[in-house]
């Protein structure tokens, strides 16, 4: 059994955490911090986690940690960099879920984050973690830097575009919505029912800390230089994320292999669904899957491809992928945990 470390338990990615896991055959959790819950069982604080859990939530401490063989981070982002060196010196392998190790720049990380990187020896070793991409550099990584939810949904999206060189990569355009658990259980005023309910809104349009993200792995994708607007909205909804994608192919004759391009790239991805030519994939055909669900469309003769992309911000853009992640590193069957399809309606 992989025994496993849980900071940040209390969140929304932290229970989610718990949940995949309570049925996961590999999997002993051992230890979960919150530090405004220690000593509170789990199952009294999540009652859907009653009769899966025997254990309570205790305070961070980097010992006890370490002593697992796997820890996952579902804490604010400037956390983990923190404990990292020690973790890492126990040999001790993590899934950080927050923005830490996402980047490669560190003075494009420290001017979004809005603080110095404390850990750049681990920022530079550590694995950006999508399975679609760097499957086999995961298998090995002590550290894994699980890709944030836009970020997910939009690079999936995008990949086969940019790999294949069919498309303008200088002229990208990501409008991606979610809901309000992408925000966190903490409180706050915007995210209140009667803020969030009944309205939809833009925001970060001049600018969201993902807008780097998404920009290094495509760039990876295109090998070279990309241009990428990305504006997300929020909705009164509360998991899921929906990415609709615009991108201006180089020459339009080849829109009519686009479909069997998404197809082939995708045919031996276990999360990923490339739905018929046309289709429309809902946010609740992914609602607690770890699946990434996508659909490519056309209007008329133009050269315009318009991918609609959705994802459970919460599983496959956070908790899901992180066990997926896991289940990488230690060398297990890839969907262990996560086979169970979406809550539908
Ligand atoms: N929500 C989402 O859809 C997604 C979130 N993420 C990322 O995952 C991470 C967690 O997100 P989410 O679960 O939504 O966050 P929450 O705000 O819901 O939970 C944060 C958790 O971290 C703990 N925590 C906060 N500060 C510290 C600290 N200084 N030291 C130790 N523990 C701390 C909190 O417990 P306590 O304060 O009691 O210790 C709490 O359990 C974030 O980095 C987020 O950006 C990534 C993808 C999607
Ligand atoms: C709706 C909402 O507020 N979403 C969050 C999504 C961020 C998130 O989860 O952040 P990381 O993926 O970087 O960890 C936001 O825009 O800040």
Not at 80 to 96: F, I, Q
Not at 251 to 267: G, I, K, T, V
Request: aromatic share 6%; glycine share 10%.
């Amino acid at each position: 059994m992989i025994k496993v470390g849980i900071v940040g338990g209390t969140g929304y990615t932290g229970v989610e955490l718990l949940r995949i896991l309570a049925v996961h055959p590999d999997v002993t959790v051992s230890c979960i911090t919150s530090r405004s819950e220690a000593g509170m069982p789990v199952a009294d604080m999540y009652p859907n986690l009653r009769g899966h859990y025997d254990l309570a939530f205790s305070e961070p401490d980097v010992k006890t940690l370490a002593a697992c063989d796997l820890v996952f981070f579902a804490t604010p982002h400037g956390v983990a960099m923190r404990m990292m060196p020690e973790l890492m010196a126990a040999g001790t392998r993590v899934v950080d879920l927050s923005a830490d190790f996402r980047l490669r720049d560190l003075d494009v990380w420290a001017e979004w984050y809005g603080m110095p990187h404390e850990s750049p020896e681990w920022a530079e070793k550590a694995v950006y973690g999508l399975p679609e991409v760097v499957r086999n550099k995961i298998r090995t990584a002590q550290l894994v830097a699980n890709p944030g939810c836009y970020p997910t949904a939009v690079q999936l999206g995008f990949l086969p575009l940019l790999e294949s060189g069919l498309v303008d990569p200088s002229r990208l355009i990501a409008d991606a919505k979610s809901g309000a658990s992408g925000a966190g259980r903490q409180g706050k005023i915007g995210m209140l029912h009667g803020e969030v309910g009944e309205s939809f809104k833009a925001y970060g349009a001049s600018g969201h800390r993902h807008l780097p993200e998404i920009r290094q792995g495509l760039s990876q994708a295109a090998g070279g230089d990309v241009g990428v607007t990305f504006v997300p909205h929020l909705i009164p909804m509360v998991r899921g994320i929906e990415a609709t994608l615009y991108a201006e192919l180089r020459n339009p004759a080849d829109f009519d292999r686009l479909q069997s391009l998404f197809e082939d790239r995708f045919r031996d991805e276990p999360f990923v669904d490339v739905m018929p030519f046309g289709s429309h994939p809902e946010t609740r055909s992914v609602r607690g899957a770890n699946n990434c669900r996508m659909a490519l469309h056309r209007q008329e003769q133009s050269n315009i491809v318009i991918v609609s992309s959705v994802i459970d911000n919460l599983v496959k853009g956070a908790a899901g992928q992180a066990v997926q992640n896991m289940n990488i590193m230690f060398d297990l069957k890839e969907t262990l945990g996560l086979e169970a399809p979406a809550l539908l309606p």
